[in-house]
């Protein structure tokens, strides 16, 4: 990576580390354990039954319920933490105040992100602090672990919780310049990152504004019609307002042929090859369209809970765990295939309602209020069959129906012909970056 602004490639006087991710560095860095330049510590919880330990509390403790500070990596220094920790409970746990300038690593469930401690903290044991010794900055430590982030994912055990053991934290080897190097190191980055994170922050911002326009059309298009001229009568649904005065008011259940939600353990049947197995990463994140980019497969021969779950063309997908009320649409191509747990399976009656009409209503931000919102006005943790088939939206007659989905697909094939760019465009940005700091924190690049 040769960059004017960069220097040119620092190719002479180097030597072969031995190690995959660092390669080659220049002949005068040291390369060693990292025990060898910063001592290693990790935290720990106090007892939640001692109130003592939690009350009149002053000592930061940064926790998994804080991580979220870090998970973009634009933030180098740790914020203000959920909870604090009294010096009571600090004197009776194995939690330890850590100095300003210890660098924490976060390693279990959401694994491998890192910051800069700017004052005196404790943390939970899901992380590995690195108090930096004489020859090693924390900046420049950092740099090195968002350097290291692919290393770090290699030596994450466990299926279900991810974890980094003490072993393989311990295990950790990194390239130490010279002092001024690594300061220069971490400046240049400093600088370079923040250049790169407003482009793509900028790019960010044109997105959502993208689908925030794109999302008000098809609101517009499924609530109130094409005709702008069209007479109108109030719905008697407040959040729905006025509507076409010949649509008529009706829940899911109305219109429904089939409704299913998939089965569990299918991922003794998961196969290389076999029929399409849909998950709930299927269903979110493409509009209204399946994401068939990580699709499973399976073998079903024998099953029986094949034939109920199996999906037809124009069927819609819920999801009714977690991110709830996410949809799609199936497609033809991938009819057939089978959905876990996570889904619910809607199917039309095609003779009074169309699929390409109903998903694009259920995307709107009015049908995912009644997914999501309980009567109490709280956040639901599941959906139930009950709750899907007593949604309620204004229908049209099926051909003005027609007419509405042709003109929302028109919009989605119009405003991803927009987006596609702008995503591309991050893309290349986040892949800049991350070769940067590797080629900056081993030494690729001559940092004036």
């Given at each position: 990576m040769t960059n004017s602004a960069t220097g040119a490639l620092a190719g002479r006087n180097n030597k072969s580390t031995g190690i995959d991710w660092l390669g080659s560095i220049p002949a005068h860095w040291e390369v060693g354990n990292l025990r060898r330049f910063a001592q290693m510590k990790t935290g720990h919880t106090p007892s939640r039954n001692e109130t003592s330990y939690w009350d009149n509390c002053n000592i930061p403790w940064f926790g998994l319920a804080d991580v979220w500070q870090l998970r973009d990596g634009t933030r180098k220094y740790l914020g203000e933490t959920k909870e604090n920790i009294s010096e009571i409970g600090l004197a009776n746990s194995a939690a330890e105040l850590l100095p300003a300038g210890t660098v924490i690593l976060s390693r279990t469930a959401s694994v491998g992100f890192t910051g800069i401690m700017p004052v005196q903290m404790a943390t939970t044991q899901d992380f590995w602090n690195w108090i930096c010794g004489p020859k090693l900055l924390p900046d420049y430590l950092y740099w090195l672990f968002r350097?290291?982030?692919?290393?770090?994912?290699?030596?994450?055990?466990?299926?279900t919780h991810k974890t980094i053991y003490q072993g393989d934290a311990a295990s950790f080897e990194i390239c130490v310049p010279p002092?001024?190097?690594?300061?220069?190191?971490?400046?240049f980055l400093d600088e370079k990152t923040a250049r790169i994170d407003g482009l793509i922050e900028k790019k960010r911002a044109l997105l959502d504004r993208l689908a925030e326009k794109r999302q008000a059309l098809i609101t517009r298009a499924v609530t109130k019609g094409l005709n702008p001229a069209a007479p109108m009568k109030p719905s008697g649904i407040d959040w729905l307002g006025d509507i076409p005065a010949h649509?008529?008011?009706?829940p899911l259940r109305r219109v429904r042929r089939y409704m299913t939600s998939g089965s569990r353990d299918w991922a003794a049947y998961y196969a290389d090859e076999g029929d399409p197995f849909l998950r709930m990463t299927n269903v979110t994140g493409h509009g209204v369209e399946l994401d068939l980019d990580d699709l499973r497969f399976v073998n079903v021969e024998g099953i029986r809970e094949g034939t109920r779950t199996s999906v037809r063309e124009g069927d819609i997908l819920i999801t009714i765990t977690a991110e709830l009320g996410s949809v799609a649409i199936v497609r033809k191509g991938i009819e057939g295939a089978y959905i876990n747990q996570h889904l619910a399976l809607f199917r039309p009656n095609a003779e009074l309602c169309t699929s390409d009409f109903l998903v694009n209503f259920l995307s709107t931000d009015m049908a995912r209020a009644q997914f999501t919102v309980s009567g109490q006005?709280?956040?639901?943790?599941g959906l139930g069959f009950e709750q899907v088939n007593n949604v309620i939206l204004g229908f049209p007659p099926r051909a003005e129906q027609e007419s509405i989905g042709g003109f929302c697909a028109e919009l989605w094939r119009q405003f991803q012909s927009a987006e596609r760019p702008l995503s591309s465009t991050i893309e290349r940005l986040s892949e800049y970056r991350a070769a940067l700091i590797t080629a900056a924190v081993t030494g690729k690049l001559e940092i004036a």
């Open positions: 350097a290291m982030g692919p290393k770090i994912e290699q030596t994450t055990n466990g299926s002092l001024e190097t690594q300061r220069r190191i971490a400046w649509w008529e008011v009706k006005g709280g956040t639901k943790q």
